[in-house]
């Protein structure tokens, strides 16, 4: 499939549509559509920037390549003046301030936001199902779960009401939802794009990522939405990724995958098929493939939840109420605070704050979580090894189809294990692309920090391959 | 005053309990073997001294400041209100 964006770019400048009607109809297709991915348009705002858009190309004046283009932003990710919710009832009067760093280069570019997207509440789900605006509903199905939390996002570049999604992933937020719904969805090596202006989560390992339909799409953002940034500190200069230097030729030699992901009872047995007819193909290519030892899952999941609840439990203490967010008043502070937050949190963002204040407590904190640290290390460096004999790893997005929406609510630990195969590459803060082949859920495909390149080049050469 | 703080006042959630289900992902890390028991030996996000931001004050825009109050909770004659601090 070519660019969408390159496609739409051409269109504009060939005015064969008009900005102004663009917008317009990918806000239509929002507001009509029933998949639950809304939380708030921005339609005046979006069709101010497309009149400008318009005049601009009438007086002549070059455009730039995403000038036009509409997009959309999970809504945990802030645009000034407009709605942030986190798709909580503790924020959903809140507005945002100010306006993240990677949203903010997006608008210099001259893409135009049009949607604030659905998904679990701060982040806190695999399902898009636990949200105060409903259930996000899948794609290709709309029985089942979009996947989360990120899963507003994805439906609305699967169903193409955005061209592309600004989504956040901490353990799989963007690359299961985009599994589930068949495109693409990047979590970049940790530090390339900023985290200012996305509700913290998990600060450790909180990302921001694109959703798209093409992987020229996504080196296209990511390019735009890539650089340091004196506002977060974890982040790093990184190189501009070329056009050229991703096109099909893989210069892979040796690909690796966890023989454990594939031999687990837990794995469905067709997308464990599927995965292994892949990796036939990417071996008649003359490709090596070797099968890798790693971790089990279930200390994957554990490691991943026991830091990542720690971590809520301190960013979320700042929603009390006070400041911002639906306040509850009651006799005094200290009760203010309890029932505001006892009241406006759901109960999956109140399972994962006390789990947080558990571990952190005296008398867990050397047991569970300086252990958990202790087993992000470990995995860190055994990815620093495995990356000094290999290209790449792949590994199916999802042992699992997507649920049917419903299910993943009563069952907690199930949705948690559910993020087996995309929690470990979050943990060693790698650059890791979910592509929609391979496997039902897709495939992903993860490379040495800082070489995102690389994992676009070899998703270029895949979808040529499988 | 007892100082044992039970996760209800920690989590500041009345009537918050452990979690079951939360609880066996703390059981697993218990019993899991790390091959390196001594945490922060690989600290790749801290920030040399030579690369920190300036600590210096940016006035916010008017904007900004507008959309701050308009989010406080509540405002009465112009004063933005708090609720009581002092317990009995």
Known sequence: ?466 | MSKIMTVDILSSIKGAEPSEAVNKLFEVIKHAQATNNTPFNNNHDSVSLDNLRADEIVESSALEKQIIKDNFPKEKNGYLVVSKVIDA
Do not use: W
């Not at chain 1, 023989?259 to 892949?278: G, H, M, R, V, Y």
């Not at chain 1, 290209?391 to 199916?396: F, N, T, V, W």
């Open chain 1, 1 to 466: 499939m070519e660019s969408q964006i390159q496609q739409i770019h051409q269109q504009l400048v060939d005015k064969s549509i008009s900005c102004v009607t663009l917008i317009q109809e990918r806000l239509d297709a929002l507001q009509k559509n029933t998949h639950h991915t809304v939380n708030s348009l921005l339609s005046e705002f979006a069709l101010e920037k497309a009149a400008k858009v318009d005049a601009k190309i009438e007086n002549g004046e070059t455009i730039g390549l995403l000038e036009g283009i509409p997009f959309g932003i999970k809504d945990v990710i802030m645009l000034q003046g407009t709605y942030a919710t986190s798709s909580s009832n503790l924020l959903k009067p809140y507005k945002s301030a100010y306006t993240a760093t990677a949203i903010q280069k997006l608008l210099d570019a001259g893409a135009i936001p049009i949607v604030k997207e659905n998904c679990d509440s701060f982040g806190h789900g695999s399902s898009s199902e636990n949200t105060v605006f409903g259930a996000v509903k899948n794609a290709i199905n709309p029985e089942l779960v979009a996947g989360g939390s990120s899963g507003g996002s994805a439906v609305n570049v699967a169903k193409d009401y955005t061209v592309f999604s600004i989504g956040g992933d901490t353990g799989g937020s963007v690359r299961q939802p985009a599994g589930y719904n068949r495109v693409y969805g990047l979590k970049p090596t940790y530090g390339r794009v900023s985290r200012y202006g996305i509700m913290a989560y998990a600060s450790s390992t909180d990302c921001v990522g694109p959703i798209a339909k093409t992987v020229e799409d996504i080196r296209i953002i990511l390019n735009t939405m890539s650089g340091q940034d004196t506002k977060d500190q974890t982040t790093y200069q990184s190189q501009h990724i070329e056009k050229e230097r991703i096109q099909s030729t893989s210069n892979a030699k040796t690909v690796g995958y966890f023989k454990n992901f594939i031999e687990s009872e837990a794995i469905d047995p067709q997308i464990k098929d599927e995965f292994l007819e892949t990796i036939e193909k990417i071996k008649a290519k003359g490709i090596t493939v070797k099968e890798l030892d790693f971790f089990d899952s279930d200390i994957l999941v554990s490691t991943y939840y026991t830091l990542a609840m720690a971590e809520t439990a301190s960013n979320l203490s700042r929603l009390d109420g006070t400041n911002y967010g639906d306040r509850i008043e009651d006799k005094n502070l200290k009760e203010s605070y309890a029932i505001t937050r006892s009241e406006k949190f759901s109960e999956e963002t109140k399972r994962r704050i006390v789990g947080g204040n558990q571990v952190l407590s005296q008398g867990f904190s050397d047991e569970i979580y300086l252990k958990g640290l202790a087993l992000r290390d470990a995995i860190s460096e055994n990815f620093e090894k495995d990356f000094e004999n290999l290209d790449i790893i792949i590994s199916p997005v999802t042992p699992n189809i997507p649920p049917k929406i419903g299910d993943s609510l009563k069952d907690p630990l199930a949705m948690y294990l559910s993020d087996a195969y995309t929690v470990g590459f979050s943990l060693g803060q790698l650059p890791t692309l979910a592509v929609p082949q391979g496997t039902q859920t897709g495939l992903q495909i993860t490379a040495a920090k800082n070489n995102d390149e690389l994992v676009l080049k070899f998703a270029n050469f895949l979808k040529d391959t499988i």
